[in-house]
């Protein structure tokens, strides 16, 4: 491993673009990194995930800790102003951060990268912009931007979590719901069958006296009731 690779590694590993090693396996495609190394998974996959490992795995601790609640993701996008402001990164310092990139960008896209940072080291010396104040400011934002992804990756864990265990408990209660339906279903089956041999059995008395005797004393009887007529 070169000295380049080292230094990336142990001092900037939070970077979003992970370097290639010898030992990757060229033919096999790489896996969608996020800063931190480790691989996508779409929701479906973490849900998937969790419901077949239980809790899901710990969140890696986040450089810094952001100040407040996380800045909301509307439509996909980010008020990028505001996780620097939780991560404590100034105005002032993310002024000097946009003005090297402004700088950066006005050169021509084939400029050396060594006259390239001349011409910046220069430029900013001239306006009297420190370069120090610069990547500490930028090391500042990449160390926000990394605990707005790790906070986020955590309180999505939290929510997941607690979502796997709310699933579980519906699903138990779903079941549960369930079998006391069809011990109903079995319990009225049996009741109507008991009751219908039972009132076969009554029946042979009334067939005895005739269905116009039954047919008068159930009219006259204050507490008989005639059967509802069909149709």
Do not use: C
């Amino acid at each position: 491993m070169s000295e380049k690779k080292g230094w990336g590694k142990s001092v900037l590993g939070w970077f979003v673009v992970q370097e290639e090693t010898e030992s990757v396996d060229s033919a096999s495609p790489p896996s969608p990194v996020r800063a931190g190394g480790a691989a996508e998974l779409s929701a479906d996959d973490l849900i998937a995930k969790y419901a077949n490992e239980g809790a899901p795995p710990p969140a890696p601790a986040a450089p810094i800790a952001l100040k407040g609640p996380l800045p909301p993701v509307v439509d996909g996008s980010v008020d990028f102003d505001q996780v620097f402001e939780a991560g404590g990164v100034t105005a002032e310092e993310r002024d000097q951060v946009k003005k090297a990139q402004d700088l950066l960008a006005s050169l021509p896209a084939e400029t050396p990268a060594a006259v390239k940072k001349q011409i910046v080291e220069a430029s900013l010396k001239a306006f009297g912009v420190s370069t120090t104040l610069i990547i500490e400011s930028a090391v500042g934002e990449m160390e926000a931007l990394e605990a707005f992804i790790v906070t986020g990756q955590g309180e999505t864990q939290g929510l997941l979590a607690e979502a796997s265990q709310r699933i579980t408990a519906l699903d138990q209660e779903i079941t549960a719901l369930r079998q006391s339906m069809d011990l109903a279903m079995q319990e009225q089956k049996q009741r109507t069958a008991a009751a219908n041999t039972k009132k076969l059995e009554i029946q042979q008395v009334l067939e005895f006296f005739g269905q116009e005797a039954v047919a008068k004393v159930v009219r006259e009887s204050p507490k008989l009731h005639e059967p509802p007529a069909d149709g």
